[in-house]
């Protein structure tokens, strides 16, 4: 299994609106970046992630799973762009913010600290251990 981190300016969707989505899941559309691209085209079914809300918030929310493989993007006829589709999981009981995680030597090395803009990211098992810990999981 891999890791992973999905972010989402929760104006634009939000952890409650992927729970609402139920076992269905949602498409993770409107990527528009190679580097996000090419990590979802890696991604394998039960794969994990934590949900996180962007801009204001900057906070690991929740627990997503991968429940479709890569496929063309439904909002852009340009196939250059596919996504995953994600259903949710579980909220975390405590927002795991952004400067929780930089104030932890531990994971200074994650894509979250190094690059943070990047709307889909790897989390290595070790960061996803130690977030779920922070989260109360």
Not at 6 to 19: G, I, L, T, Y
Not at 47 to 53: L, M, N, V
Request: glycine share 6%.
């Amino acid at each position: 299994m891999q890791y992973w981190l999905f972010k989402s300016e929760p104006n634009a969707w939000s952890w409650d609106q992927q729970v609402a989505k139920g076992e269905a899941g949602e498409e993770w559309d409107g990527i528009r970046n190679y580097q996000a691209r090419n990590f979802m085209r890696t991604m394998e079914i039960g794969d994990r992630g934590f949900f996180y809300h962007s801009m204001k918030e900057k906070a690991c929310v929740g627990i997503i799973e991968v429940c479709a493989l890569i496929h063309p993007d439904s909002t852009t006829d340009d196939p250059r762009w596919e996504c995953v589709d994600i259903k949710a999981v579980a909220p975390l009981k405590t927002p795991v913010t952004l400067e929780m995680v930089k104030a932890d030597a531990r994971l200074a090395d994650m894509v979250l600290v190094k690059n943070s803009r990047l709307s889909v990211q790897p989390v290595t098992p070790d960061e996803w251990a130690l977030i779920c810990e922070m989260g109360g999981l």
